[in-house]
């Protein structure tokens, strides 16, 4: 085998061996994911149980959270009874949950020491490896990749034994694995890699992340692959002693037809849960006058589709004549974005979807003396940061710096500390920068000169399209005067999982430029023209602009350069009504952290500015189920901030291609968030990060617990719990409506074996409310078989009538 085979061949294995650990993104842009993602062609319950074999995480919530979801009445002692029944169990449920309490207090196996030696050993490396500009003395010889930069430092490290010099080393990555792997059959050798890389599923996750992403500037500089990656590992494992080998439990097989006892419990809670969402929302209203239908709203709010867009909407709706739609926060254009001052650029789209187009905010003609009053401003506060970083890393002049400068610190700590929402009121008060969208403009225009990998700007065919397929997703047929698109940001303080509070849709970043790019299209005079030749009947008056909503505070700030003088009567009160809405938004909001108080927006304000604040805001804790429908369906319900609402109206999209788009996008992301808040609620020391306060942030990219070991993946207890014991969060799987016919739904399902596969082994569960059956609810089997519920009637409605082939009774 020629050494290009060879390489070819360990590539491809290990490619497979790494398929079961999950993704991991940097902490600075976090983006939520299934981390059981590599399982998802296998039932639910067979792939927990094969994740807890090579993981060591549970996969089910601990009964004591069963029990207490029983007791608070949040699973039905019909449903509960009806699941158990019909899996062969007729003990009482204290009975049950007591078996499974008894079955849990089953002591762990240990992990052999050695290996924990290796995991420290080589942590230790990939954290100097990968930082991203954190360490004061990078590692050196980075640009050569991982193996050879260890390889020529290794014999440095008194943890590195009988190594004492490079040549004692294999020269390759492929010569290290051959040299490890040399007593052991090729057969096993994948087997071997699987096991070896989930022992770090952290770090291995990042590394497989990394190297996938074209666009990563790190990886094109500083290059590590999973081989190389391997290749330190095994040669560490036989420096130091440790297995090579998995142990025969670690590689029994987990095929099992029998449900597990944890698996009827969860199912009868999630059941529980979706009967109550129909109750609520099974029915359109079907009241609505027709003055009421011919009005025009004032305004039109799209914002994402995420949950906590429920809670508002709800309550901007309530203070005045206003529409509020859903759609995935970053718009719908697949762009990588740099901000105007920006040293880089990011991904602003879902990880799902490629970049397509490069956006750059750039300065506007006309607001040149606006651009300087920032750069002044803006140059100051870098200059001052960056004498303050000099000082204080400098040994010369560390000490004298601290004896000047401490009392002015120890009154800023102090205030940070005691004082606030103060310290908000100051920051606000004395910012005299003016805000980018103030004078800078999204590039949207094509430009074929840019020398980028991406080019930069839309033709105009695309932003139709763009434009047009927001439309036809969300089933618009008449637009207000103001449309206003609302992406989503979040505020914290010394919070290293910021990046988890913005818009998971656009790859952990403020969904901000992105609605400013889709107002900006929309704006353009030959886009609308063309709409209308498509017919859509935009009025002259109609007026396209962006905002962006602060999930911490509920504060939502209208991006308005761009709105003519004739709106600006509109625009004012549309701000007030916000403000108004914000007040509504944050009372509901921190009744549920626990901490009401008279003034709600004071109380976000605090949180947003607390330093030592560890939850200043849920985050999309609690979601369980995702609508895909019209508003109608939902505008009435309080809902909880449970639940993504994505605008969709069966009735303007006779092709099913905007369901299709929705299903296919939308509802796979929602799946993983949901995947990544349940996982990390039912075993946080596996899939998530553990407590905040015992977190230290590395190298820019992760945290560890303590100050090693393996990089943490998932979110910290504070995002999911209320208090040590009780999670805040209730760890179900996506429960989804869709409100379609149901041979619609069944057709794209039929074209897309991934959404059949994640249906068929439980990772969603999904009802169809099918409008063409006087909104009867059928709830999806397996095999694209329908059950249809029954619901209650009057003897005068008509018989519900079932879909001939595809539905159970």
Known sequence: MTLENEQTHFANSIERAAEKVGSVWPLHSFVTANPLSGFEDRPFHEAVAEAEQLFGGRGYPHPSVFRQAWENGQIEREVLSAELEAHGFDENPETLLDEMETTESASPSETDSNTEEVDRVLSKWLAAFLDQGNAKWPMPDREDGFYAAWRAVAPYDGDVPGCDGPSDLPETPIAALEDVLADYPQGEWETIFEQQLAALPGWTGFIKQRTSDDADAWQSSYPISLTEYLAVRLLLADFLDAPIQPNEHDTESVENDEVPLPEIWLTAWEKSHRDRLLEAVSQPNRETTTADESARPAAQLVFCIDTRSEIIRRHIEAVGPYETHGYAGFFGVPMRYQAYDADVSVDACPPIVDAQHRITDRPARRADATRERYDRWQGALDAGRKVLKALKANTAAAFSFVENAGPGYGVALTARTLLPARVYDALHDTDRTPD??????????????????????????????????????????????????????????????????????????????????????????????????????????????????????????????????????????????????????????????????????????????????????????????????????????????????????????????????????????????????????????????????????????????????????????????????????????????????????????????????????????????????????????????????????????????????????
């Open 436 to 809: 980018e969208h103030e004078f800078c403009e999204p590039s949207v225009d094509y430009n074929p000169d840019a020398v980028h990998s991406l080019r930069e700007g839309l033709s105009l065919e695309e932003k139709v399209e763009y434009a047009q397929t927001a439309f036809e997703l969300m089933g618009w047929e008449e637009f207000a005067r103001l449309v206003v698109f609302t992406g989503h940001t979040s505020q914290t303080t010394n919070n290293p999982f910021d990046s988890s509070l913005d818009c998971g849709a656009c790859a952990g970043n403020p969904g901000g430029p992105n609605a400013r790019v889709l107002a900006a299209i929309c704006n353009d005079e030959a886009v609308k023209a063309e709409l209308r030749e498509r017919g859509f009947d935009i009025p002259e008056d109609t007026a396209f602009l962006a905002a962006e909503h602060n999930t911490t505070t509920d504060e939502i700030t209208l991006f308005d350069s761009e709105v003519p003088e004739s709106h600006r009567e509109d625009l004012e009160q549309l701000r007030e009504d916000l403000t108004q809405a914000q007040t509504r938004a944050t009372a509901e909001r921190t009744e549920s952290m626990a901490d009401e108080t008279a003034d709600s927006v004071r109380e976000t304000q605090r949180r947003a500015a607390d330093w030592a604040e560890t939850r200043p805001e849920w985050g999309l804790a609690g979601n369980a189920s995702f609508v895909i429908g019209p508003r109608e369906l939902t505008e009435d319900e309080t809902l909880d901030g449970r639940t993504f609402l994505h605008s969709y109206d069966w009735r303007t999209d006779s092709e099913g291609e905007a369901l299709e788009a929705i299903m296919t996008g939308p509802l796979v992301v929602t799946q993983w968030i949901n995947n990544q808040y349940y996982f990390a609620t039912v075993d946080n020391a596996v899939y998530g990060s553990g407590s905040k306060v015992t977190q230290n942030p590395v190298g820019n990219v992760g945290v560890f617990q303590g100050n090693g070991g393996d990089l943490m993946t998932g979110l910290p207890l504070q995002s999911l719990y209320a208090d040590a014991d009780q999670p805040h969060h209730q760890p179900l799987r996506l429960t989804a409506l869709i409100h379609a016919p149901v041979d619609r739904v069944t057709e794209i399902l039929r074209q897309h074996e991934q959404l059949v596969q994640l249906l068929d082994n439980g990772w969603i569960q999904l009802t169809v409310i099918d409008p063409e059956q006087d909104n009867a609810p059928l709830h999806y089997q397996e095999t694209m078989e329908w059950e249809l519920i029954q619901p209650e009637r009057s003897s005068t409605e008509p018989p519900v009538q079932t879909v001939s082939g595809s539905v159970a009774d």
